[in-house]
């Protein structure tokens, strides 16, 4: 079916993507307006920064900048709040006024919450879209909440239909905010140092997310309806005439590394590769879900019923990057990133099926196309940031022992025992001693543990051109001396 002949009818049923931004403090109190420059002067519902997402902005930007343009208000974080965005149709005569004074014609509107910790006044962009909130003050969440329930439901309240999304975004803020207390007391009440080392690990995870973050390349999907048709016309074509078996995309969508471990097994690797599989995952699930949530783009099938284009995607049961029911967002694709990222890792320490690991990666990024849970363009965003996602973790390997201070390094390569609390303390990392050929003799944990390692090192060394005779005192070389490698 050619969905590009519902671009016609798309022009009369756009949907405006918005972003309502609660800037909260530290007493649970949000910052909100009963009054705002271009609405009307008698209508005193509460109101708070927001406005449409613009080409090219991701939701976290959009949401930074109308806090500025509307509150003259910095944003400290920026954090999505709720699962999924609020769809609200406009009604007619909200329709035809908006039309007469800001030329604006849509059928419905699309609100994604995001929420942030209030910052600095900055007063130098406020108003710059001529539509500054008036008389800000920080305000209960509570009184809020109760203030939006009644307007809600005012059958003479003509923006309770607003009110309604308005009042599901802070419903959710209020929960996380609960938690988030709840958090704090238990942690100052806790004097357990087991419960201790678990909190300074899980900061050092989030430091560590937040690091590859800044190293993979922001680019926001194209959220034109013309792009988004083209897209979905083209999932529909391959999910049409679909190369790989549903039995293969299904075992996938359960468990993408499952392909991963047969391939190794049949190379005798998949024992020793094991725990490296496993750290990837673990790493890279947290900086997948935070690039999700900040791009916030609608799954395949959910755009098209918005759009009013017939749409189905292949159901399955699978849920990788989510504990609840509710679906992740569509952009990047996490398996075409988690498989990509594992190809590359996997191919350097066994480059005899380098070309076998990729062409299995493609497979996995091409069974979300053919299921029509993933847009083209998350699959190839996904491999993009899963290449970016390896050179940084492979930046950050070489650089942990010649990077570090001289207090914490070994003379004879790697780190001492001084350093490997530290990097325990602050990134999270339970690195061990060195294991020699005489030590891996003693006990097979320890013999498989200088195998998996002499196989990294080997790969890294053979990527890097490195001749250990020429430079012994890199320190790789010193590395693979150390444990006899």
Not at 35 to 59: C, V
Request: hydrophobic residues 35%; charged residues 30%; proline residues 5%.
């Amino acid at each position: 079916m050619d969905l590009i002949k519902h671009a016609v009818k798309l022009k009369a049923t756009d949907v405006r993507p918005r972003v309502l931004m609660y800037l909260y403090d530290d007493q649970g109190r949000v910052l909100a307006s009963q009054a705002q420059e271009g609405h009307d002067s008698d209508q005193k519902n509460w109101k708070f920064p927001g406005g449409g997402i613009e080409a090219g902005q991701s939701i976290n930007e959009a949401a930074r900048r109308e806090a500025l343009e509307e509150a003259g208000y910095q944003a400290l974080t920026t954090h999505g709040v709720g699962s999924r965005p609020k769809l609200t149709k406009w009604p007619e005569h909200f329709r035809e006024k908006a039309k007469k004074t800001k030329g604006r014609d849509f059928k419905a509107q699309r609100t994604y919450f995001r929420a942030g910790k209030i910052g600095d006044q900055q007063r130098d962009l406020l108003g710059a879209d001529n539509d500054a909130l008036k008389g800000l003050d920080m305000v209960p969440i509570a009184t809020l909440i109760k203030d939006l329930e009644a307007s809600s439901s005012d059958s003479d309240n003509p923006y309770a239909i607003f009110d309604v999304a308005k009042l599901k975004g802070l419903r959710a803020l209020k929960e996380r905010l609960e938690k988030t207390s709840s958090a704090v007391e238990l942690a100052t009440l806790a004097l357990d140092s087991a419960f201790i080392d678990h909190m300074q690990s899980k900061l050092a995870e989030e430091e560590s997310t937040s690091r590859a973050l800044k190293a993979i390349p922001m680019d926001p999907p194209l959220m034109s309806s013309k792009s988004l048709l083209k897209e979905l016309s083209h999932l529909s074509n391959m999910m049409s005439k679909p190369t790989l078996s549903l039995e293969f995309a299904e075992e996938v969508d359960r468990d993408l590394t499952a392909p991963f471990r047969r391939l190794l097994e049949t190379i005798g690797k998949a024992d020793e590769a094991d725990p490296v599989i496993n750290k990837l995952v673990r790493i890279s699930t947290p900086v997948i879900l935070k690039l999700k949530e900040s791009f916030g783009r609608l799954r395949p099938e959910d755009q098209a019923a918005e759009m009013g284009v017939p749409f189905t995607a292949v159901n399955s049961e699978g849920q990788m990057y989510s504990d609840t029911e509710e679906k992740t967002p569509s952009y990047p694709s996490g398996h075409s990133m988690q498989s990509k990222l594992l190809s590359l890792a996997l191919g350097q320490m066994y480059p005899e099926i380098k070309d076998m690991l990729e062409d299995l990666a493609a497979a996995i990024g091409k069974s979300r196309l053919e299921m029509g849970v993933h847009f083209p363009s998350d699959h190839e965003y996904g491999c993009r940031a899963a290449e970016a996602l390896f050179d940084h973790m492979d930046e950050m390997g070489s650089e942990k022992t010649s990077g570090v201070k001289k207090k914490y390094q070994d003379p004879k390569g790697g780190l001492n025992r001084k350093g490997r609390a530290h990097f325990k303390r602050t990134e999270g990392a339970n690195l061990k001693r060195p294991v020699s050929k005489k030590q891996a003799k003693k006990s097979p944990k320890s013999a498989k543990r200088r195998k998996s390692f002499c196989a990294r090192m080997g790969g890294m060394k053979k990527k890097h051109n490195i001749d250990c005779s020429k430079t012994p005192d890199k320190s790789i070389c010193k590395a693979l001396r150390k444990w006899d490698c």
